[in-house]
T-cell receptor
Framework: GQQVMQIPQYQHVQEGEDFTTYCNSSTTLSNIQWYKQRPGGHPVFLIQLVKSGEVKKQKRLTFQFGEAKKNSSLHITATQTTDVGTYFCAGHSGGSNYKLTFGKGTLLTVNP | KAGVTQTPRYLIKTRGQQVTLSCSPISGHRSVSWYQQTPGQGLQFLFEYFSETQRNKGNFPGRFSGRQFSNSRSEMNVSTLELGDSALYLC?????????????FGQGTRLTVV
């Protein structure tokens, strides 16, 4: 079945440093979503990417969808302590398949 | 608007027992998905319901079942609980289906099986 791999598993940075997490799917995706889960919280939707090569920005966050629609990345510029949490990508294979396959997430910790 | 409500928030059960978890989606949302979250396996898809119909089921044993009511509220049931069922169970609601639109997660039900 479809697998979504996410790296790194953990990332610790100093406040102000940049951070990137990468997501790779074993199959071509119809779309990909990104979620953030704060410690003790629940996943919160960040964004959805649909088009090949798509790049979207949300303030300090930049999301990319690969040309082949099999990989994606999330880059955070100048991290802040509020960025702490686990970032998940979730891929959809398309068709009448109503499920998202989640990567195992990248836990980001930020040292002030 | 009110968010997704899951009850109960915490549950402790004994092996062999059964449990029912409830999820009330955001008003107007007709799709409810259930996920199991564990430290080792991450978020694993259980099933998805839309207008009382199960459209997708994940790779979980038949002990895991669910249903959706006409008001879109959903329940999931786990029978003959095993220690490995200890997890955070999350439901997510969306307008038409998780992969196509933004989904909103509830706070989850933390199930501990002893």
């Amino acid at each position: 079945g479809q697998q979504v791999m996410q790296i790194p598993q953990y990332q610790h940075v100093q406040e102000g440093e940049d951070f990137t997490t990468y997501c790779n799917s074993s199959t071509t995706l119809s779309n990909i979503q990104w979620y953030k889960q704060r410690p003790g919280g629940h996943p919160v939707f960040l964004i959805q990417l649909v088009k090949s090569g798509e790049v979207k920005k949300q303030k300090r966050l930049t999301f990319q969808f690969g040309e082949a629609k099999k990989n994606s990345s999330l880059h955070i510029t100048a991290t802040q302590t509020t960025d702490v949490g686990t970032y998940f990508c979730a891929g959809h294979s398309g068709g009448s398949n109503y499920k998202l396959t989640f990567g195992k997430g990248t836990l980001l910790t930020v040292n002030p | 608007k009110a968010g997704v409500t899951q009850t109960p928030r915490y549950l402790i059960k004994t092996r062999g027992q059964q449990v029912t978890l409830s999820c009330s989606p955001i008003s107007g949302h007709r799709s409810v998905s259930w996920y199991q979250q564990t430290p080792g396996q991450g978020l694993q898809f259980l099933f998805e319901y839309f207008s009382e119909t199960q459209r997708n089921k994940g790779n979980f044993p038949g002990r895991f079942s669910g249903r959706q009511f006409s008001n879109s509220r959903s329940e999931m049931n786990v029978s003959t609980l095993e220690l490995g069922d200890s997890a955070l169970y999350l439901c997510a609601s969306s307008l038409v289906g998780f992969p196509y639109t933004e989904a909103f997660f509830g706070q989850g039900t933390r199930l501990t099986v002893v």
